[in-house]
């Protein structure tokens, strides 16, 4: 369905996690969205005030129609790198303001300082904006809780015991929807531009006690086990030794240390950020494979 007044916010990755959360919270709040999709057919079930249109950030000349009339973009960045300065070259030539999901990694805490190839291409995307002269707003979310169940699902599901490198090390994951509730205030709100948020859950955790509460959560008790971490790396497939290679060298480091926690989502949203407990609860369906209800 076309909405009746002309969208202002474009939302990239709009079919991801992230980028889809954040389309649902833009059309309560009234909000008329465009989201570009990469696949046609992919961007399916958006609310009424919702288009959807047709665009590549590897082929940035796709990017054209998709920005016509547009204020602010939210820029989920999931291509390779070469095509970077050529679409915020674009961006810069129609919208005023862009509000990019980023990292932490410019955080003094030793979990955030780790060689990370993503954050490289994070510091690259905000220096390109930058010297556009674009307004901007930074939003960089820490761990994420929504990792315990791509990570332990599988465990927690079968015989419940978790083997994960690190049990120790200690982050504070922040939830899915504070983030998207985040990026959709930055979206639509005045007094954002220039802004630069780095988004924690609220507590410190170690890894073998945020297990242990994803199982309290579904009701099935959970035990952690150690894995060395030169296990963990060779269970990791080619292409993802890279990203093992830098959860190994976060988690090492932060040894000893509690996580970097902020205040940030409480105050840009009113309301204390969701504990991983919430989360894990909110969650409990999906790790035991249930189906949802409602």
Known sequence: MTPTTSPSVLVTGAT???????????ARAGVPVR???????????????????RGDLTVPETLDAALRGIRTVLLVWAAPPDTAGAVVARLAAHVRRVVLLSA????????????NPAATLFAELERLIAATGLESTIVRPGMFAS???????GAIRGDGVVRWPYGDAETAPVDDRDVAEVLARTLHEDG??????????????SQAEQARIAGEAVGRPVRFEEMPPGEFRSQAPE??????????AAWKATLGRPA???????GLLGSPPR???????DHAAAFTGAPRRG
């Open 192 to 205: 954002h531009a220039g802004g630069d948020y780095v988004l924690t859950g609220p507590e410190s955790l």
């Open 147 to 153: 990792n315990a169940l791509a990570w332990w699902g």
């Open 104 to 115: 932490p990694h410019r955080t003094d805490h030793p979990f955030f300082r780790q060689p």
């Open 239 to 248: 292409a993802a030794r890279p990203a093992a290679d830098m959860l190994l």
């Open 260 to 266: 970097y926690v902020t205040t940030t989502v409480a």
């Open 275 to 281: 504990t991983f407990r919430r989360w894990a609860t």
């Open 35 to 53: 989201a570009l999709e990469h696949r046609p057919g992919t961007a399916r079930n958006l609310p009424g005030n919702v288009s959807v249109v």
């Open 16 to 26: 991801g996690r992230i980028g889809r959360a954040v389309i649902d919270r833009l």
